[in-house]
C-alpha cells in the first residue's frame, strides 16, 4: 500500500504518519524545505516528490491532503482526478472564498475531512439521544501560544487559516454537529485577546448555534491553557452528562488520532467516508460565519 501525504503545513500529517508508517510506504511532497527535512529525518525511508502533480503521479492508493487553506481547494481538485480516497486535515476552509470554491468542486464519499477528535474512543463510546438532549456545549482547550511567536502565521491570520476561532473552534462544532446532525446555523460568536498580544486573531471565542429542531448549543474556545483537554455537556431533562476527551497516556488513541487513520485506511479499502459531507459542509459554515461575525 502506498500513501502520498500531500503537504506538512500544520502538525498533524507528521502524527499520521507515525500510524500511516505502520501500514505503508510513505510518499512525501512539501514546499517548505526545513518541514519536509523534519519529516524525512523522522521517516528516512519516506519517497520525496518534487511538486503535488509528481506525487500524484506515483500511483498512491490514498491521500492525506495538508496545505494552507488558500491552497486546498486546488491541490483537493487535482486529488480529486485521480480518484484516490483522501483525509483533508482539518479546516478544509477557513474563509467564504474558500467554502464556495470547494462548493463547486464534485466532492463525494471518497473524501473524508474532520476533527479527530470525533474518532477519540471517549466520543465514540459515548450514547447520546438527540431528541432527548435540551441544549448542548463544547469546551475547547487548547493552547495558541504557539502563533504569537510567528509560527505558521497563515494559521493565525484569519483571511488565510481562520485563526483561532476557526482552527480550534471546529474541534466543538465537529463534536456537537457528530452528536446532533447538520441542520444548524450560526446565532452569534464573539472573540477576544486575553492574554497573547502578538496574535493576529483572538486567544478565546465563543459561539452560540442553533438546530432546526430548536436545540441550543454553545462553543467556547479557550486558547490560553497549561493542558489539552475537550469537553462536551449534554444537557436533558435528567441533568447534565460530561463527554471528556483528553489525551492520557495515549495520545494518539485518546484524542482520536488512531481512529481517524482507521477510518481512512478503511476507505483505502473501499468504504466510504464515515463523515458525510453534508455534516463537514455544515461545519464549516459555522466556522466561516463565525469568523465573519467576528473580524480581526
Keep these: 500500500m502506498r500513501i502520498a501525504l500531500a503537504g506538512l503545513a500544520t502538525s498533524h500529517p507528521y502524527t499520521d504518519a507515525r500510524t500511516l508508517a505502520r501500514h505503508a510506504e510513505l510518499v ?104 432527548a438532549v435540551l441544549s448542548v456545549r463544547a469546551t475547547v482547550r487548547h493552547d495558541v501560544g504557539l502563533w504569537a511567536t510567528g509560527y505558521n502565521p497563515w494559521q493565525d491570520t484569519p483571511g488565510e487559516g481562520g485563526g483561532t476561532m476557526v482552527t480550534m473552534g471546529i474541534h466543538g462544532v465537529e463534536l456537537l454537529v457528530a452528536l446532533l446532525g447538520p441542520d444548524v446555523r450560526l446565532a452569534g460568536a464573539a472573540g477576544a485577546i486575553r492574554h497573547y498580544d502578538g496574535l493576529r486573531s483572538e486567544d478565546c471565542g465563543v459561539m452560540a448555534l442553533r438546530w432546526d429542531s430548536g436545540v441550543t448549543g454553545a462553543v467556547e474556545i479557550i486558547g490560553v491553557s497549561e493542558a489539552e483537554a475537550y469537553t462536551v455537556t449534554v444537557h436533558t431533562r435528567e441533568g447534565s452528562r460530561d463527554i471528556v476527551i483528553e489525551g492520557g497516556d495515549d495520545v494518539l488513541k485518546g484524542l482520536g488520532y488512531e481512529g481517524t487513520v482507521e477510518a481512512f485506511l478503511a476507505m483505502v479499502d473501499g468504504a466510504p467516508s464515515p463523515v458525510p459531507w453534508a455534516q463537514t459542509r455544515a461545519v464549516l459554515d459555522v466556522l466561516v460565519s463565525a469568523r465573519e461575525a467576528v473580524p480581526a
Aim: charged share 25%; net charge negative.
Design 28 to 131: 512525501v511532497w512539501e514546499q517548505d524545505p526545513d518541514r519536509l527535512r523534519r519529516f524525512t529525518d523522522e521517516h528516512p525511508g519516506a519517497k520525496v516528490a518534487a511538486g503535488l502533480d509528481d506525487l500524484l503521479a506515483t500511483g498512491p492508493d490514498g491521500v492525506v491532503l495538508t496545505v494552507p487553506n488558500p491552497q486546498t481547494p486546488g491541490a483537493l481538485r487535482a486529488v480529486l482526478e485521480t480518484g484516490a480516497p483522501v483525509f483533508v486535515n482539518k479546516p478544509a476552509a477557513a474563509t467564504r472564498a474558500q467554502l464556495d470554491a470547494l462548493d463547486r468542486l464534485e466532492i463525494t464519499d471518497r473524501v473524508l475531512s474532520s476533527s479527530v477528535l470525533r474518532f477519540a474512543p471517549a466520543f465514540t463510546a459515548a450514547e447520546v439521544d438527540p431528541a
